[in-house]
């Protein structure tokens, strides 16, 4: 008797061991992982490489890391926390992809469709062949259409350099991107300005994300920034995520550092770090301008990773979170700007999806089917679906990550670079 009690026991407690695993079996952000994480953004704060840095991790529906070192504003001696609120710049992206998304949802458009049919600006574009003897462009017809899906991927052809002979200066004197302009006025400049190149044949980032945004508004007949309220932040409950930043929230806004020519920081003034977000502008851009609360970017990124849900809201249909993270970059399209460096990635719609795993141990480490992008002040987000894991990074330093802070980031959740499996 007292033997058969026993057995049932130890096979209860077999039980729970194997149904329960230890978190080192099961998840890949360990104790091991959070030493190498602390250890990491402490030594660019400790350094004077950053002034300030913050990163959250949540694995399989449980957030397992948060942590901040260092000060969101230096001069003050305000500390980095939870509460500080920076400028997300590019990972506004994804957001505006997630409000282009809805009306996709709802049949208002195909990804196919050529851009003009909803935009008449876009009717009829000339390319870009270079200069003559006169310095004067030389243009021709464009191939065919820029589509709808051209602006998700950036394969529009809209130029994005300063150092185009002739068209840059068109496009300085254009100034689509001004302010004082609207979404509208914006895409008038935008496209009466010569495409670089032909419409799906490369891939430059650049302005696709703000024609995205005027898309919707034209689309929605609703100001871009309504909808994006109406239909994104407010279900999602993103109640610190804004374009204005009114009085009430500037105390717990990151000071920007600009990183100097011999390594130092030197805070950028307040007056060109905050000219955007503390002036009411006629401009809501799709491709920038929002800041956030790490918390807050956690929600979106929990809604993706969740296929679309958020409680028990659907912001978006599974099939269409499974299409924004799917590669749509052929082959064909071999030159790709800087995408590269960001390891063996294609695009979706407003993010780079890693398509094959890092191949040595200088490339960018993250799993196949990730999907990620940053922001110019060096912020950081991926998505590991495989993992079921989430990553923020909230830092503000310009330039974008000259000091290899995102590599860094990646290897310390990653561990150390192994070759994949065949």
């Known amino acids: 008797m007292r033997y058969a009690f026993w057995t049932i026991i130890l096979f209860q407690l077999l039980f729970i061991a194997c149904s329960s695993p230890t978190e080192t079996s099961t998840l890949l952000f360990d104790n091991a992982a959070r030493n190498r994480v602390d250890s990491t953004l402490n030594a660019f704060v400790q350094a004077g490489k950053v002034a300030g ?156 994300v703000d024609v995205q945004a005027y898309l919707v508004e034209k689309l929605s007949g609703m100001p871009y920034g309504e909808f994006l309220q109406k239909e994104v932040l407010d279900p999602l409950e993103m109640n610190e995520t804004m374009y204005f930043v009114p009085e009430e929230y500037r105390d717990r806004m990151a000071a920007v550092y600009e990183r100097q020519t011999d390594g130092t920081l030197a805070r950028q003034n307040d007056s060109i770090a905050y000219r955007f977000s503390y002036n009411h502008w006629p401009l809501t851009p799709g491709g920038f301008g929002l800041s956030s609360t790490i918390d807050d970017y956690l929600k979106f990124t929990k809604m993706l990773l969740n296929e679309g849900k958020h409680g028990d809201q659907i912001i978006l249909e599974p099939s269409t979170v499974e299409l924004m993270r799917t590669n749509h970059l052929p082959d064909s399209i071999k030159e790709r700007s800087w995408l590269p460096h960001r390891g063996q990635v294609g695009f979706g719609i407003d993010f780079a999806v890693r398509i094959a795993p890092p191949q040595d141990a200088q490339e960018n480490q993250g799993n196949v089917g990730e999907f990620f992008w940053d922001g110019a002040l060096s912020t950081l987000f991926f998505i590991d679906p495989e993992n079921e894991l989430i990553a923020i990074m909230f830092v503000q330093l310009t330039p974008y990550d000259g000091i290899g802070l995102h590599k860094a980031f990646r290897d310390a959740v990653y561990g150390p670079w192994k070759p994949a499996a065949n």
Request: net charge negative; glycine share 8%; with cysteine.
């Open 53 to 208: 840095i913050s990163a959250l991790i949540y694995e399989k529906g449980e957030e397992r890391y948060f942590q901040a070192f260092g000060y969101a504003d230096r001069e003050q001696q305000k500390p980095m926390t939870r509460e500080t609120m920076v400028q997300i710049y590019s990972m506004t992206k994804p957001i505006t992809g997630t409000a282009l998304m809805k009306l996709y949802e709802r049949g208002i458009f195909e990804l196919d469709d050529p851009l003009e049919k909803h935009l008449p600006e876009f009717s009829n574009m000339k390319v870009y062949q270079g200069v003559d003897e006169n310095g004067e462009m030389i243009l021709s017809e464009a191939d065919r259409s820029i589509t709808v899906r051209d602006i998700t991927r950036h394969t529009a052809g809209f130029p994005n350099r300063d150092n185009i002979p002739g068209l840059s200066e068109v496009m300085r004197e254009k100034d689509a991107r001004n302010y004082n302009n609207t979404l509208a006025s914006m895409a008038e400049k935008i496209g009466s300005t010569p495409l670089w190149f032909q419409p799906g044949t490369q891939w430059e980032y650049g302005l696709c």
